[in-house]
């Protein structure tokens, strides 16, 4: 029987949104996979509007459900709809749209919070002990919804590689167990079914990008 996988999208685009290869790349390992996927996002305005040519925010203001209604090809539901019950699995892509539009971590960094519709989502899969993956910085939101859960957002030592080791670091301080993985590589929580790996925190090539999404997707279902 195919596995029902919740994805969570929170816009479009890197700088405000949902990071469109992750999705894209996520949702084609799942159809591959056999999976039935369904769209979610919350229906909320955005934090901001970037403007992707500059990367500096502009004045218009957009809807998160809308705009990530880009990616889901008009095929999204708005969050508060979504049942756990309905789901083997739980996967939310990286972006920008994480830290602005899901919780308020490209503000406050470690002092953040997530916002309590998708902390309600998170906690209910983990609850009902249903597997989740989350990629790039979305992991941030299992560190906050799962105190103590162990993770990857990458490698914890900056360089041109990784220019987001800080986040790592921060993981650690919130008191997550941190785990150091390279591109191609997830790390799998068994005691909390959640796998994660670094996708775009890594200044990789995206077909590396690509297959390691798709070995996240693989041990999800494995899971499910």
């Known amino acids: 029987m195919a596995k029902r996988v919740a994805l969570i999208l929170s816009g479009c685009g890197v700088y405000d949104g949902t990071e469109v290869h992750e999705a894209s790349a996520v949702m084609v390992h799942l159809s591959r996979a056999g999976a039935k996927v369904q769209m979610f996002a919350p229906d909320v305005e955005m934090m901001h509007v970037v403007n992707h040519c500059e990367g500096k925010p502009g004045t218009d203001k957009r809807n998160v459900l809308q705009e990530s209604a880009r990616i889901a090809r008009g095929d999204v539901t708005d969050l508060a709809k979504l049942d756990v019950g309905d789901f083997d699995a739980l996967v939310i892509p990286g972006g920008f749209g994480v830290a602005k539009n899901l919780s308020d971590w490209a503000t406050k960094g470690k002092d953040y919070s997530i ?26 939101l299992a560190a906050k919804a799962i105190p103590g859960c162990e993770l990857t957002v990458g490698h914890d030592s900056e360089c041109e590689k990784w220019p987001y080791a800080q986040v790592a670091k921060a993981m650690a301080e919130l008191g997550c167990k941190h785990l150091n993985k390279n591109v191609g590589e997830v790390h799998i929580d068994s005691k909390n079914k959640l796998v994660t790996t670094s996708a775009f925190m890594c200044n990789a090539d995206i077909h590396e990008i690509f297959d390691g999404l798709g070995v996240m997707v693989k041990e999800v279902l494995k899971l499910a």
């Not at 609850?127 to 989740?132: D, G, L, N, T, V």
Request: glycine share 4%; charged share 25%.
């Open 115 to 140: 916002k309590p519709e998708i902390e309600k989502v998170i906690k209910a899969f983990h609850q009902a002990k249903k597997p989740m993956g989350m990629c790039c910085i979305s992991p941030v």
